[in-house]
T-cell receptor, first 117, second 113 residues
Framework: GAVVSQHPSRVICKSGTSVKIECRSLDFQATTMFWYRQFPKKSLMLMAT?????????EQGVEKDKFLINHASLTLSTLTVTSAHPEDSSFYICSAFLAGGNTGELFFGEGSRLTVL | AQRVTQPEKLLSVFKGAPVELKCNYSYSGSPELFWYVQYSRQRLQLLLRHISRESIKGFTADLNKGETSFHLKKPFAQEEDSAMYYCALRGVAYGGATNKLIFGTGTLLAVQP
């Protein structure tokens, strides 16, 4: 199956700094990628839809200036958590849409755990 | 608004017992429903989708539009089925499908020996 890779898998940073997480589709091109946040109770929250070559579409309640998303190529989307604070500590997961067949399929990265001290 | 509800946070059964993971949805249009599974320390992966009407690893799920449900079932649970299960909905907008998936809060299935 298709592979989506995230980097880094774990990152620890100080409060106030910015952190960038990369999401790559390794063997296919994805015009659309999605960023999710997985909370300690294991619920998955869609943060935004990343569109190649255009602005990301954010879900209600997600701060676009806080979570910057860039989808500069068909295989790479980045999520930058700006001025991170401890409450931003979470597990961030990206997914990429592979078109094809009847409806296509979403493939998920392995996730990136962010810890803000 | 799109919403997926999984009422059970944890479902514990014994090996060989039947399993039913509940999922209800809310969507004004015609949705596509999916079940995703996340095994311990692994990434989220697609288990099955209602369009395919398939059985994967012994699991089946039937879309019931009258009850707006998409419960996941397996007649005989195995220990290796222990995992987190997420029900997800993808709305089909006018002019074509959107690709945005909305997830339920997940149900942890624990199969005891």
């Amino acid at each position: 199956g298709a592979v989506v890779s995230q980097h880094p898998s774990r990152v620890i940073c100080k409060s106030g700094t910015s952190v960038k997480i990369e999401c790559r589709s390794l063997d296919f091109q994805a015009t659309t990628m999605f960023w999710y946040r997985q909370f300690p109770k294991k619920s998955l929250m869609l943060m935004a839809t990343s569109n190649e070559g255009s602005k990301a579409t954010y879900e209600q309640g997600v701060e676009k200036d806080k979570f910057l998303i860039n989808h500069a190529s068909l295989t790479l989307s980045t999520l930058t958590v700006t001025s991170a604070h401890p409450e931003d500590s979470s597990f961030y997961i990206c997914s990429a849409f592979l078109a094809g067949g009847n409806t296509g399929e979403l493939f998920f990265g392995e996730g990136s755990r962010l810890t803000v001290l | 608004a799109q919403r997926v509800t999984q009422p059970e946070k944890l479902l514990s059964v014994f090996k060989g017992a039947p399993v039913e993971l509940k999922c209800n949805y809310s969507y004004s249009g015609s949705p596509e429903l999916f079940w995703y599974v996340q095994y311990s320390r692994q990434r989220l992966q697609l288990l099955l989708r209602h369009i395919s009407r398939e059985s994967i690893k012994g699991f089946t799920a039937d879309l019931n539009k009258g009850e707006t449900s998409f419960h996941l079932k397996k007649p005989f649970a195995q220990e290796e089925d222990s995992a987190m299960y997420y029900c997800a909905l993808r709305g089909v907008a006018y002019g074509g499908a959107t690709n945005k998936l909305i997830f339920g809060t997940g149900t942890l299935l624990a199969v005891q020996p």
